[in-house]
């Protein structure tokens, strides 16, 4: 009896133990992320992120690859409310031992090829500028960590300024009801969001977008970056009833702004574009 009595006692003693050491293991530290905003800007606000502002996140376990579905976090929707982002509050890291790849982009979109998804900009552009950027930042091979992670963006897209300028010649004010229109791009393409690299839809079609008005000598719009080879209509100023369209080709790359001076003559019939 003796005997039985001490085995019981020793067994009770390693159970409380045990679970006396499960509930002291620590949990892996919250995930908290810096999202950076790129210094060259293409929003039409030009001031960096914005409340209401939607990003994509995922985050991948090394050696995974970057998929739709079965990453660690896929996908998930974080909205800036203007001083912080919600919903990425809680995420924690994998374990302590854990080495993550953070992809992110903006704008928010509900993903269905990882490679291949479908993007395209507004053709009116004079409402809802901002939405029309694309940007994308990747961390890579982060260990674990208590600090913020950064989270640098770049700009994929192309973005085109238009100056209205005064030649020495020209009499009078600028035209206050100006509308600028970019014709001969395509808006269509497809986003790698492994690589954030934009590609023009091969098959797309050419069709013209209107610019956004920022003042009476300031219009902007975002374009997909792409190669016009060949001179073709490419910018067109309406303005007190007269028509002006300047032809050309040009290249437009990714993340690069392109201000023209539009030159007004004292002529009413032509305009120089720089």
Request: overall charge negative; proline content about 5%; some cysteine.
């Amino acid at each position: 009896m003796m005997i039985m009595k001490r085995l019981y006692i020793s067994l009770l003693i390693i159970s409380v133990l045990s679970c006396q050491k499960q509930e002291v293991a620590p949990k892996p530290a919250t995930m908290d992320f810096q999202f950076i905003h790129p210094a060259t800007v293409t929003k039409a606000t030009e001031t960096g992120f914005e409340s209401g502002d939607k990003i994509g996140l995922f985050v991948v376990e090394n050696p995974a690859p970057l998929q739709v579905s079965g990453n660690y976090v896929n996908n998930l929707l974080a909205e800036y409310n203007g001083s912080q982002w919600t919903g990425e509050t809680g995420l924690r890291w994998p374990s302590t031992e854990s080495v993550c790849d953070i992809y992110a982009y903006y704008p928010y979109m509900d993903v269905s090829k990882i490679t291949a998804e479908q993007f395209s900009v507004l053709e009116d552009q004079s409402e809802g500028f901002g939405a029309c950027d694309f940007l994308w930042g990747k961390a890579a091979s982060v260990a674990y960590t208590t600090s913020a992670i950064p989270v640098q963006f770049s700009h994929k897209l192309s973005k085109i300024t238009l100056k209205l300028v005064k030649s020495e010649s020209y009499v009078g004010d600028l035209p206050s009801n100006a509308v600028f229109y970019v014709h001969s791009t395509v808006p269509d393409a497809t986003l790698d969001l492994t690589t954030g690299s934009v590609t023009k839809d091969p098959y797309g079609t050419a069709r013209t977008i209107t610019c956004h008005k920022v003042s009476d000598d300031t219009y902007e719009a975002v374009i997909i970056p792409q190669r016009l080879a060949s001179r073709t209509p490419l910018f067109e100023m309406v303005a007190n009833g007269v028509s002006y369209l300047v032809e050309g080709s040009f290249n437009f790359k990714p993340g690069i702004n392109y201000t023209f001076n539009v030159t007004l003559n004292t002529s009413t019939e032509s305009i120089r574009i720089e």
